[in-house]
T-cell receptor, first 113, second 113 residues
Framework: SQKIEQNSEALNIQEGKTATLTCNYT??????LQWYRQDPGRGPVFLLL?????KEKRKERLKVTFDTTLKQSLFHITASQPADSATYLC????????????FGGGTRLMVKP | KAGVTQTPRYLIKTRGQQVTLSCSPI?????VSWYQQTPGQGLQFLFE???????NKGNFPGRFSGRQFSNSRSEMNVSTLELGDSALYLC????????????FGPGTRLLVL
C-alpha cells in the first residue's frame, strides 16, 4: 500500500543552524510533492511545490529536493529562527488525481534561541 | 482577498447525532477539498468538489458526505456520529488550470461525547 513517512520525532536545533526534514514514500509515483507548515490549532500553509522532473527548488531560506529514484524529498531551512518552529508536512499528488493530496504524518521542528 | 473561512470553529456533539460543517473558499477558487486531522491518523483526505461535482473521494464510510453549491461554497455532513469522529476538519480551496497549491481554512474542531 502507499505510504509516506516523515520522522515522527521532533527535531530540535539551535537558532542559526540548518534544519533538514525528510519525506520518504513507497508504492507511489507522485507527479508533484508539496511542503506545508502547520502551527498548533491552525490549518496548514503552503510553502513549496516541486515537480517530478525537478531536482531542487528554492524560496528564500527554504530549499526542497526531490529524488524520484530514492523516493525521497528533503526540506531544508537555512539560518533557522525560533519563528520557524512548527510542524512541517509533506504531501504527494499523483497524475490525474485532481486536487487529492496524500499527507505524511509531519515532523515537529523546534528551533531554540 | 479573504482567506478560506470555516464555520463553526468549534462544535460539541453526542454520539448518534449528525453535524454539518461549512466552508467558504477564496473568491475565484472552484475546487474545495475536505480533510480530517487526528493525532493518530494525521491529515486524511475526505473528498474534493469541483463545479458542484464530487471529483475525488477518500477512504471514509458513507456517513461522511458533502456537497458544493453554485457559488463554490461547500458543506460536509457526518451522520450518526461516533467517538472516533472527533477531529479537526479542514477545508482547502484551490484554483484550477495547473495550480496545485491548496489554501486551508482554520478548521472546525469537532468533539463527539
Amino acid at each position: 500500500s502507499q505510504k509516506i513517512e516523515q520522522n515522527s520525532e521532533a527535531l530540535n536545533i539551535q537558532e542559526g543552524k540548518t534544519a533538514t526534514l525528510t519525506c520518504n514514500y513507497t508504492n507511489y509515483s507522485p507527479a508533484y510533492l508539496q511542503w506545508y507548515r502547520q502551527d498548533p490549532g491552525r490549518g496548514p500553509v503552503f510553502l513549496l511545490l516541486i515537480r517530478e522532473n525537478e531536482k531542487e527548488k528554492r524560496k528564500e531560506r527554504l530549499k526542497v529536493t526531490f529524488d524520484t529514484t530514492l523516493k525521497q524529498s528533503l526540506f531544508h531551512i537555512t539560518a533557522s529562527q525560533p519563528a520557524d518552529s512548527a510542524t512541517y508536512l509533506c504531501a504527494l499528488e499523483g497524475n490525474n488525481a485532481g486536487n487529492m493530496l496524500t499527507f505524511g504524518g509531519g515532523t515537529r521542528l523546534m528551533v531554540k534561541p | 482577498k479573504a482567506g478560506v473561512t470555516q464555520t463553526p470553529r468549534y462544535l460539541i456533539k453526542t454520539r448518534g447525532q449528525q453535524v454539518t460543517l461549512s466552508c467558504s473558499p477564496i473568491s475565484g477558487h472552484r475546487s474545495v477539498s475536505w480533510y480530517q486531522q487526528t493525532p493518530g491518523q494525521g491529515l486524511q483526505f475526505l473528498f474534493e468538489y469541483f463545479s458542484e461535482t464530487q471529483r475525488n473521494k477518500g477512504n471514509f464510510p458513507g456517513r461522511f458526505s458533502g456537497r458544493q453549491f453554485s457559488n463554490s461554497r461547500s458543506e460536509m455532513n457526518v451522520s450518526t456520529l461516533e467517538l472516533g469522529d472527533s477531529a479537526l476538519y479542514l477545508c482547502a480551496s484551490s484554483l484550477e488550470g495547473g495550480q496545485r497549491t491548496q489554501y486551508f481554512g482554520p478548521g472546525t474542531r469537532l468533539l463527539v461525547l
